[in-house]
């Protein structure tokens, strides 16, 4: 996708964690500070830069009805979480996808792209 629309966006973050911590510590190595947050974090596969503009992306093969349901939760706790006021895009990039995919993205406001 990047190397067929490299200006895009002006800036991408890749593997971006964020959510809830469990309710227990995760500090695993008390002296050097080892901390296992990230295991419990959730992460978007790639978080896009255009402007104002965050584009959440999800990079799945043959894409189903858990790919636009993965993103649309990931945006709802991005916006819980971090920023209420973000304006963001969701997308799924896939190699495939069946045609009521395509209506469910759709009607969820979801970008679905086939590359």
Known sequence: FMALK?????EVEYD???GLLPPFKTIVVPETGGDDRRVYLRRVDVLAHKGSRLD???LKPNAGPGAIGQIKGYIT????LVDPNAEIVARVITDNARADVFLLAGQEGV????V
């Open 6 to 10: 490299p200006d895009e966006y002006e």
């Open 16 to 18: 971006l964690g964020f």
């Open 56 to 58: 959440f992306i999800e």
């Open 77 to 80: 706790l991005y916006k819980n």
């Open 111 to 114: 970008i679905l792209s086939m």
